[in-house]
């Protein structure tokens, strides 16, 4: 498994800027979900994301998903605005090749899997990377195997996902994402869905591929003792404002925060 | 009763124009409903619009005054003619296709939206979308209701008939004028499009078995028309009816 080190073909690893959201706004109605968000994220760390419920977590991994756009403010992935593009000087809203290209650097990890009912297990590995990358059939596949193997599903690939336990859905859907070589990993919650005993295999191989590659990830958890292992960094949201953040050493044992206290003396 | 040569003059070759008819209408309707359903989908609003329209103007149609249009008004305006049955399937193919468009915007609605969401997760371009995730996944449920009105454009087949098209029932009606024997004529047309209305219904159901096969699902239970009469399929059907039960105790 130490060699998907290699596979992983990240430009830059040299550790300088890969995500900054500046002034960042998402409202839903009247409710302001990201509120003038600013934070940032160098390239190859690992950082967690911790709040309670509703502070606009999942938002964050959704809007640099390009799943939601945000009404204010910008987000930059590789030194490339997300939503926005740059003509004459001035920013504007960026079309839809734009953001595609932009995309292609972030692959996301659902909590409810979201695999295709449609395709055995190998072509949803293989169908964006063939499509969309324009990978050779016969190198999509290849690639998938080493992955399958990777997650420890090499004897499923000619399975449908319905045909799968949630814990190998999750393990596909992470194989699935890293077959498009993404700079940034985004999980959202990934193993809340799951059976109490499948979560420990999900987190193992995630720990793994934090350890062994060089990719981003942002990860949302209520696996406090997963964060503490794999993050560089913790960041507790409240209210769609990070309040504050720092090593998980520094977070779990000796929080400033009264409202990470109180999140924290809830959830560990 | 019928001569056998009127049979064979005129019978005979009636089921072959309705069978004629019959394809190239569901062609032209399927194509239709694809095209129509599809575009009511678009994230362009003008798009969604004349789609739309598309529907409720053709859905608000009948097949047969439109029949009666393209066959006596149209030669009137142009001066010139559409073959009969080209006019009797445009008319079929068009109002059909309209309820059929219906059928694919459900299922495709009905596709959940994380699945769209995974699909933009990995930088799938919208049409790789709809034609690789959300179209094949809405198959499935478009067979069942896609039966339902290809039985309907069967029996609406028989309209042609009125712009002398000859297929089985213009066969049959010249049979009352000739012979003035309803009764046998009649009931032997009504056994024919029930005989093709199950032969559509089983050839439905494969295809319904074979799409849901497609996405990992069994089929549903089977219909009193097509189940098979085995023991072993009345067992199945008794033990999913107490399986049923158990669960809602
Ligand atoms: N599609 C939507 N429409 C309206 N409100 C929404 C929508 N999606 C999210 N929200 C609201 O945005 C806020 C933040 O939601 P978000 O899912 O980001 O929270 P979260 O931090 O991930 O919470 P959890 O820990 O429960 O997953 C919530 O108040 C939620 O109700
Ligand atoms: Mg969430």
Same mark, same amino acid.
């Given at each position: ?60 991994? /959704?809007? @640099?998903?390009? !799943? *939601?756009?945000?009404? %204010?403010?910008?987000? +930059?992935?590789?030194? &490339? ?63 998938? /195997?080493? @992955?399958?193997? !990777? *997650?420890?599903?090499? %004897?499923?690939?000619? +399975?449908?996902?319905? &045909? ?63 964060? /503490?292992?794999?993050?560089?960094? *913790? ?34 | ?249």
């Amino acid at each position: 498994m130490s060699s998907s080190k290699n596979e992983t073909e990240n430009p830059a690893v040299d550790g300088s800027e890969l995500i900054r959201f500046d002034k960042v706004t998402k409202r839903y109605g009247s409710n302001v979900v990201l509120d003038q968000l600013d934070f940032s994220v160098n390239s190859g760390k690992h950082i967690t994301l911790i709040g309670p419920s509703g502070s606009g977590k999942t938002t964050i991994l /959704r809007a @640099l998903m390009t !799943l *939601v756009k945000p009404e %204010e403010g910008t987000i +930059k992935v590789s030194g &490339q605005y997300l939503f926005h593009e740059e003509k004459d000087g001035k920013l504007v809203d960026a079309g839809e090749s734009h953001i595609r290209e932009v995309r292609k650097n972030i692959g996301m990890v659902f909590q409810q899997f979201n695999l295709f009912p449609n395709m055995k297990v190998l072509r949803n590995i293989t169908e964006a990377p063939v499509h969309v990358l324009g990978l050779d059939k016969d190198e999509a596949d290849e690639r998938a /195997r080493e @992955l399958l193997e !990777l *997650v420890g599903l090499t %004897e499923h690939l000619d +399975k449908y996902p319905s &045909q799968l336990s949630g814990g190998q859905q999750q393990r596909v859907a992470i194989a699935r994402a890293l077959a498009m070589r993404p700079q940034i990993l985004l999980l959202d919650e990934v193993t809340s869905a799951l059976d109490p005993e499948l979560v420990a295999g999900v987190l193992d191989l995630l720990r793994d591929i934090a350890r062994s590659t060089d990719i981003t990830m942002l990860c949302v958890t209520h696996e406090m003792g997963f964060a /503490r292992d794999i993050s560089d960094d *913790v960041l507790m949201f409240n209210e769609g404002k990070v309040i504050e953040s720092g090593a998980p050493e520094k977070i779990f044992s000796e929080p400033e925060h009264e409202r990470t206290r109180e999140f924290l003396s809830a959830v560990l | 009763m019928m001569t056998s040569k009127f049979f064979f003059e005129w019978f005979l070759p009636g089921i072959w124009i309705t069978i004629q008819v019959l394809v190239y209408s569901a062609v032209l309707a399927g194509v239709v409903s694809f095209v129509i359903g599809t575009l009511r989908t678009s994230r362009f609003w003008i798009v969604r619009f004349l789609a739309g329209t598309y529907f409720e103007i053709f859905r608000g149609m009948s097949a047969l005054i439109m029949m009666f249009w393209m066959a006596f008004v149209v030669p009137l305006m142009l001066g010139w003619q559409f073959v009969p049955m080209f006019s009797g399937v445009l008319a079929l193919g068009l109002t059909y296709g309209a309820y059929g468009s219906e059928i694919v915007r459900g299922a495709l609605a009905a596709v959940p939206p994380a699945q769209r969401e995974a699909g933009i997760a990995l930088s799938f371009t919208r049409m790789q979308r709809l034609r690789r995730i959300e179209l094949p996944q809405a198959w499935p449920e478009m067979v069942p209701p896609f039966n339902n009105l290809l039985i309907e454009l069967m029996k609406g087949t028989a309209l042609v008939s009125v712009i002398t098209v000859a297929d089985m029932t213009f066969a049959g009606n010249l049979v009352r004028l000739s012979k003035n024997e309803s009764m046998p004529i009649y009931t032997l047309l009504l056994v024919l499009y029930f005989v093709l209305a199950f032969i559509l219904t089983r050839g439905m159901r494969m295809l319904e078995r074979k799409a849901k096969a497609g996405v990992g699902r069994a089929p549903e239970g089977r219909t009193i028309l097509t189940r098979k009469l085995s023991p072993k399929g009345e067992l199945d059907q008794a033990r999913a009816g107490t399986a049923g039960a158990g669960g809602a105790g």
